[in-house]
C-alpha cells in the first residue's frame, strides 16, 4: 500500500497537467478564431431601391419578401443613407477602385458601351492581395460590366484569382445566357440567380484561406420573367411573356424573392466557423426602373437620375464584428468607401483611400467619426438630360445637371425631394450651406 499512494500521486500530477494543457490549447484555438482574418461576402442586387425592397421611412408601397435579408437587417446595420451612382458601371468601379468616376473616366453606360475601367486601375481584390500577402483568395460571381465583350480576360487581368459571369449589363433570357469564365464562354441554361449562388458554394469549398467573394446578381435588372416557382411564394405567376410585359411589379418582386431564397441557400452552406467569421454586405446598385418604381421616388428619383429614388440605395452590414444589431445608421456612406472598408476589414493597415473613408468604426460604435459629405455624378450616358453632379452634406443636398438647370433640397426635411428651394430666396443658413457645397465641389 505504502509503494501504492506515490504511483497514485504521480498519475494524478500527470493528468494535471494533461488538464492544464487541453485547457490552454482550447483558450488558444478561440482566441486564434476570434482573431482570424474574416471572410467577407459583398451582394449586389441589381436596379433595388428603397420604394420596392425594406422599411425605409417615408417608402409605403408594396416591398418584396425577403426574409434572408430581413435576418440580416435584424443582426445588423441598416446605413439608410448610401450613395452610389444613377447606373450600374459607373457605381461597381467607384466600389472597385474607391474613386469617383471623373477620376477613372467612367461616368455612365452608353449603347453600345464604349467607356470601360483602365486597366491601370488597382481594384481592391488586388490592393489586398498586394498589402497582406496573398492572405485572401478573391472570386467575382456574376455581372462584371465594366470591360470591352472581347477583353474576356479582364477581371483576372485586374488581380482577380476567380471569375465567373455575365460580362455585359444584361441577360436577354435568364433561362439561356452566355457564361463568361476563364477567357473563354459558353451558352448556360441554369437560372442566372440559381448558378451564380452554385459557383459561390462550389468556389467557398474549395477555399481554403479566407475568402472575399463579390457575388454580383443581375437579379431583378430586366428582363421580367417568372423565377422558377420552387424559388418563390406565388405558384400562380403565369410564364406567359405577353402577361408578364402588361403587369411587370409582380414579376420584378419575384425576382428579388427568388434572389433572397438562393442567398439563404449561399449562407446555409457555410460551416458554423466559416459563417461565424464572415462578414457581409449586401447592397444595391441603383435606383428601381422606372416601369416597376413607386412613389415616392416614380415621380423623380428612379434608376438613371440623381435624385434620391437613384442613388440613395440599401446597404446593409451583418455579421463577424458587427456588435449594433437592429440598428439604423443615418450616418454619409458613399460607392467608393466600400473599398476603403474592405481595405480596413482585411487588415491592410489602409482606412482612407482616394475618395473612400471606411466605416468599419461604426461596426460598433455609434458615435464614431462620420465623413460631413456625400458626391455622385453622371456623365457620358446616352440620356444626357439626366448627366451632371449631386453632393451633400447632413443637411442639404445639390443637384447640378450639365445642362444648367439646378435642384437645392434641404435633404434632412425634404427627403423625397419636393422642394426645390432655388424657386425662392435662400435663408441664409440655406445660402451658407449652397455656398460650402460649391466650395467642396470645386475642392475635389
Not at 84 to 111: D, I, S
Not at 187 to 201: A, C, D, G, K, P
Request: proline share 5%; hydrophobic share 35%.
Amino acid at each position: 500500500m505504502k509503494s501504492f499512494f506515490p504511483h497514485l500521486y504521480l498519475v494524478l500530477l500527470l493528468l494535471g497537467f494533461q488538464l492544464l494543457s487541453c485547457s490552454e490549447t482550447t483558450t488558444k484555438t478561440e482566441t486564434e478564431i476570434t482573431s482570424k482574418s474574416p471572410n467577407i461576402i459583398v451582394i449586389i442586387a441589381d436596379d433595388m431601391g428603397w420604394d420596392v425592397f425594406g422599411e425605409h421611412p417615408g417608402t409605403t408601397g408594396t416591398k418584396a419578401t425577403t426574409p434572408t435579408i430581413n435576418a440580416l437587417i435584424n443582426e445588423g446595420i441598416t446605413f439608410s443613407n448610401f450613395w452610389v451612382n444613377p447606373v450600374c458601371v459607373p457605381t461597381r468601379a467607384a466600389m472597385l477602385t474607391g474613386k469617383y468616376g471623373f477620376r477613372t473616366g467612367v461616368g455612365g453606360v452608353q449603347t453600345p458601351q464604349t467607356v470601360h475601367l483602365s486597366n491601370s486601375e488597382t481594384i481592391i481584390q488586388q490592393f489586398i492581395s498586394e498589402k497582406t500577402s496573398n492572405e485572401y483568395a478573391t472570386a467575382v460571381i456574376g455581372k462584371w460590366h465594366l470591360s470591352s465583350e472581347n477583353n474576356l480576360n479582364a477581371p483576372e487581368n485586374f488581380g482577380i484569382d476567380y471569375y465567373s459571369g455575365i460580362f455585359n449589363g444584361a441577360v436577354s433570357d435568364y433561362y439561356n445566357w452566355t457564361q463568361t469564365r476563364g477567357g473563354s464562354q459558353q451558352t448556360i441554361t441554369t437560372y442566372t440567380t440559381t448558378h451564380f449562388v452554385n459557383e459561390s458554394i462550389s468556389w467557398i469549398q474549395d477555399q481554403s484561406k479566407p475568402f472575399f467573394l463579390w457575388l454580383a446578381f443581375n437579379a431583378p435588372h430586366t428582363p421580367f420573367h417568372r423565377p422558377p416557382l420552387e424559388l418563390i411564394s406565388d405558384k400562380t405567376l403565369s410564364a406567359n411573356q405577353q402577361t408578364i410585359n402588361a403587369n411587370p411589379s409582380p414579376y420584378y418582386f419575384a425576382s428579388i424573392e427568388a434572389m433572397d431564397t438562393e442567398i439563404a441557400r449561399l449562407l446555409s452552406s457555410l460551416s458554423t466557423e466559416q459563417r461565424e467569421n464572415t462578414i457581409i454586405l449586401f447592397m444595391g446598385d441603383n435606383g428601381t426602373p422606372l416601369q416597376v418604381a413607386q412613389a415616392p421616388f416614380k415621380s423623380n428619383g428612379t434608376k438613371g437620375k440623381l435624385f434620391q429614388g437613384g442613388i440613395n440605395m440599401p446597404l446593409i452590414v451583418s455579421g463577424k464584428g458587427i456588435t449594433r444589431a437592429n440598428v439604423t445608421e443615418s450616418a454619409l456612406v458613399q460607392g467608393p468607401d466600400i473599398f476603403a472598408t474592405i481595405a480596413d476589414i482585411t487588415g491592410t493597415g489602409v482606412s482612407e483611400y482616394q475618395d473612400g473613408i471606411s466605416f468599419t468604426p461604426l461596426f460598433k460604435n455609434a458615435s464614431a467619426t462620420k465623413r460631413d459629405f456625400m458626391y455622385s455624378e453622371q456623365f457620358g450616358s446616352t440620356n444626357t438630360a439626366n448627366d451632371g453632379y449631386t453632393i451633400r452634406d447632413d443637411l442639404y443636398k445639390l443637384i447640378h445637371l450639365e445642362s444648367g438647370t439646378e435642384y437645392f433640397y434641404k435633404i434632412s426635411t425634404d427627403p423625397f425631394e419636393q422642394t426645390n428651394l432655388l424657386d425662392n430666396s435662400l435663408s441664409d443658413e440655406a445660402q451658407e450651406h449652397l455656398n460650402q457645397l460649391r466650395l467642396q465641389k470645386d475642392a475635389l
